[in-house]
C-alpha cells in the first residue's frame, strides 16, 4: 500500500506526463510557424491572432472557467484546442489556421494558470504530508513544473529534428555545404522578412518533403491526445479556493470543517487525502453570479497597484519567451542552418532553460528575490550584446547553437522567477492572480509576434532592452509597496 506522501507523488507523475505531452507536442508547432509559413507572414500573423485571443480570453474567462469547470476539465478542454490547431497545419491557409490559432489561444489563456494551480496544489499536499509549511515547497514545485516544461520541449523538438532531418533531400543538404558569406547578409540581427529575400531563400524555411511535415504534425497531435486520456482518466479534480484558506491561521479552522464535511461524503475519505483528491464546492452560487463575482475580482486585481507595477516584468517575460520561439528560430536557425536544425536549437533552448529554472527556483527558496534578479538581468543584457555584436560567417555557424544556450538560461530564469513573484505578493488570491499573470505573458507573445513582421531584428533586441529596464524599475516599486504592506500586517496582529 502506498502511504499518502507517495499518493501525492503518483498524482504528480500523471499530472506531469499529461502537460510534458501537451506543450512538447503544440510548442514543436509553434516554433515552426515562422519558418513553415514565412510566406505572406502567414505563420507569425496567425501566432499574433492566436495571443491577441488569449490576452482577452485570460482577462474576462479564465478564472470564471476554471471555477465553474474545474482545474481538471479546464486542461481538457484546452488539450481538444491544442489537437484542432496542430492538426490545422495540415492546411496552412487563413481560414484554416486563423480559426484554429483563435480556439488555441483560448486554450494558452486557460492551460496556463491551470497548470500553476496544480503544482501549488500538490506542493501544498506534500507539504501536508511531510509535515512542513507550504511556503516551504511551493517555489521548488513551481520550478520543477518549468523544468518538466523544459523538458517537454526538448523530447518534442529532438523528435521533430529527427523527422525533418531524416526526409531531407541529398540536394538541400549539398545547398546547405555550399553557402558563403554573402548568405547571411539578411540573417540574424539584420533579418526584417524582406518578401523578396525571403522567396530567394525559400529552401531554407520549407522542408524539401511535405510528407515530413506532415509526419510532425500528425505525431505531434496524437501525442496531445494521449495526454488528454491520461488527465480524463488518471488525474483528480482540485479546488484552489479552498486550498487558498488554508494559507493563514484565521482560516484553518473553517478548512478543517470543511475537511470533516467531505468526509461524511464517501466512506474512503479519511484523512489528509481528501484535502489533496477531491473537489469541495464551498457556495451554492449560480453560474452567471459565479462569472459577475469573478470578474468583478479579477478586476479589482488588475488595477490594484502592485499588479499594475509586476505587469511589465510578466509583459517582458512573454516578450522574451517569444522572441526565442518566432525570431531565434527564424533569423538565426532557418535563415542560416535550415528549417530541420529548428527542432534541435529548440532542444538546446530548452534543455539550458530547464536546468537554469529549477536552479534559480531552488536559489529563490533560500536567498530570496534579489540575487536571482541581479542574476537574471546580467544575464540577460550580456545575451543581447553577444546578439547585437556577433556577426555569422560560413567559418562560425556554430555559434548559433551558443545563442540558444544564452537566451535558455535567461529564460528559465525568469520563468519561475516572475510566476512565484505573483505568487508571493498575492497568496491569498491565486486564482485571479495566476491568470493575470498568464494574461500579460500572453500579451508579451502578442506584441512579439505582432511586430515580428514589421521591424528588423535589431530594433526588437534594443526594444526589448527598454522595457526589461523598465520592469526592474517597476518591480522595485512594487516591492516596497509589498514591504510596506508586510510591515502593516505585522503591527495589526
Known amino acids: 500500500m502506498l502511504d499518502n506522501k507517495q ?54 474567462l479564465t478564472p470564471a472557467i476554471i471555477r465553474i469547470v474545474g482545474a481538471k476539465y479546464a486542461a481538457i478542454i484546452c488539450q481538444a484546442m491544442y489537437i484542432f490547431y496542430v492538426l490545422a497545419n495540415y492546411y496552412p491557409i487563413v481560414p484554416a489556421l486563423v480559426p484554429a490559432s483563435v480556439l488555441v489561444g483560448v486554450g494558452e489563456a486557460t492551460m496556463w494558470p491551470t497548470m500553476i494551480l496544480f503544482s501549488v496544489h500538490y506542493a501544498r499536499c506534500y507539504a501536508k504530508q511531510v509535515g512542513k509549511p507550504n511556503s516551504t515547497y511551493e517555489t521548488e514545485f513551481v520550478g520543477y513544473f518549468f523544468f518538466g516544461f523544459q523538458l517537454s520541449q526538448i523530447f518534442s523538438n529532438l523528435l521533430s529534428y529527427a523527422i525533418l532531418y531524416g526526409g531531407k533531400s541529398k540536394q538541400n543538404l549539398t545547398f546547405a555545404r555550399n553557402q558563403t558569406k554573402s548568405d547571411f547578409s539578411s540573417c540574424g540581427i539584420h533579418d526584417c522578412q524582406n518578401p523578396n529575400v525571403t522567396q530567394q531563400n525559400i529552401d531554407m524555411y520549407i522542408p524539401t518533403s511535405q510528407l515530413t511535415l506532415n509526419l510532425v504534425i500528425g505525431v505531434m497531435a496524437g501525442m496531445i491526445f494521449v495526454a488528454a486520456i491520461i488527465y480524463l482518466t488518471l488525474v483528480n479534480d482540485i479546488n484552489p479556493a479552498l486550498e487558498q484558506n488554508e ?80 525570431e531565434l528560430t527564424r533569423a538565426f536557425t532557418s535563415c542560416i542552418l535550415g528549417v530541420d536544425q529548428v527542432g534541435l536549437c529548440m532542444a538546446i533552448f ?23 534578479l541581479i542574476i537574471g538581468v546580467s544575464i540577460d543584457v550580456s545575451s543581447y550584446m553577444f546578439l547585437l555584436l556577433w556577426k555569422p560567417t560560413s567559418e562560425n555557424m556554430g555559434v548559433v547553437y551558443v545563442t540558444f544556450i544564452t537566451v535558455g538560461i535567461v529564460n528559465g530564469i525568469w520563468q519561475p522567477l516572475i510566476s512565484e513573484i505573483h505568487g508571493e505578493f498575492f497568496p491569498h488570491n491565486h486564482e485571479v492572480a495566476f491568470p493575470v499573470w498568464n494574461m500579460w505573458v500572453l500579451a508579451g507573445f502578442a506584441v512579439q509576434y505582432g511586430w515580428s513582421t514589421s521591424l528588423c531584428v535589431n530594433v526588437k533586441i534594443y526594444t526589448q532592452l527598454g522595457i526589461l529596464f523598465f520592469s526592474v524599475l517597476a518591480y522595485g516599486a512594487a516591492n516596497r509597496l509589498q514591504t510596506k504592506t508586510k510591515k502593516l500586517q505585522h503591527q495589526n496582529h
Not at 350 to 372: C, E, F, Q
Request: a positive charge.
Open 7 to 60: 499518493k501525492v507523488l503518483k498524482k504528480l507523475a500523471f499530472y506531469s506526463l499529461g502537460y510534458f505531452l501537451t506543450y512538447g507536442s503544440y510548442y514543436a508547432i509553434l516554433f515552426l510557424q515562422s519558418s513553415i509559413n514565412i510566406e505572406e507572414g502567414l505563420g507569425a500573423t496567425s501566432a499574433a491572432v492566436t495571443y491577441c485571443c488569449s490576452v482577452g480570453f485570460g482577462l474576462l
Open 247 to 326: 494559507t493563514t491561521s484565521h482560516d484553518r479552522a473553517i478548512n478543517r470543517r470543511a475537511l470533516l464535511k467531505t468526509a461524511r461524503k464517501g466512506p474512503n475519505d479519511k484523512n489528509l487525502e481528501d484535502y489533496c483528491e477531491t473537489l469541495e464546492v464551498n457556495t451554492p452560487q449560480s453560474k452567471c453570479s459565479m462569472i459577475y463575482s469573478t470578474w468583478k475580482a479579477t478586476f479589482r486585481h488588475v488595477f490594484c497597484p502592485k499588479q499594475i507595477l509586476l505587469a511589465p516584468f510578466a509583459l517582458y517575460s512573454g516578450v522574451l519567451m517569444s522572441f526565442g520561439y518566432s
Open 350 to 372: 530548452a534543455s539550458t532553460g530547464g536546468v537554469s529554472s529549477v536552479l534559480i527556483s531552488k536559489l529563490y527558496s533560500r536567498v530570496g528575490r534579489n540575487i536571482p
